[in-house]
């Protein structure tokens, strides 16, 4: 178990600036949604290793602190990049598909860490796993994910990255309770498809919604734009959220 910490640290080394994703907004969402699908006693078990720090912090924790220069280590764990009409290829680089995959494994096999060790797993992983719900971080390599995409979004100039990390979210006002209804409106056979574990096909979602991302005239992310993209990022984020609550369930359930 204490490898698997030390080769998540091993694996980072400089890479190309990004955006970290959704927002503190959609982090928050996310944690929350996740909070709400826990199996009983796994709330406490996860909370005891998180002490003071809430969900909602957790969640916005590799963000919070992306200013320390002693974790610069941690951005290459933020995304993915697969160019255009390109395939995944399985590689040691450091990026979110490896380090999820360490940190669920560490999690599942905790037995003999330090707490302090637990902690930092789960706030990567509160992290990362709405960070790879949000498309543009598993996008393209030749524009940073999008933000080298500069668009116009109700007046402002911005990239394309921000505009879906914050700017569509707040604009489109998505809430917790915005997603937590359709949560509630969820079958359980739907639910429990959604919630098998397996980060590869959740990449592979997100991807898929990449022409629909770049499909905008003119560099203007408009209305009509913007109301056919807010049913991907509440859909993304609700999935984010229970997606989350199923490896902690997995790793925590009694």
Known sequence: MKNLFFIALLLAFVSPK???AWGKTGH???????KE?????VLDSVQKYLGAMSFEDA???????????SLSYMKPWH???????????????????????IVIAALNNRKGTKKEEINFTLKQLFHLVGDLHQPLH???????????IKVKHEGKDKNLHWAWDSEIIKSANITHETISKKDRKLSKGKKKKIMQIDVLKWM??????????????????DAKYVKKNVKIIEKQLLYGGLRLAAVLNAAFKK
Request: aromatic share 8%; charged share 30%; net charge negative.
């Open 18 to 20: 990004h955006s970290l």
């Open 28 to 34: 928050q969402i996310v944690a929350q949604i996740a």
């Open 37 to 41: 699908n826990l199996e009983p006693g």
């Open 59 to 69: 969640a916005t924790w590799m963000d919070d602190v992306r200013k320390d220069t």
């Open 79 to 101: 995304y993915v990049n697969v160019e255009k009409d390109k395939t995944y290829v399985k590689n040691n680089n450091p990026n979110i598909i490896n380090e999820l995959e």
């Open 138 to 148: 598993v996008g393209y390599g030749v524009d940073k994910g999008g933000n080298e």
């Open 204 to 221: 592979d979602e997100s991807r898929s919604y990449l022409p629909q991302v770049y499909k905008f005239k003119n560099g203007e992310l």
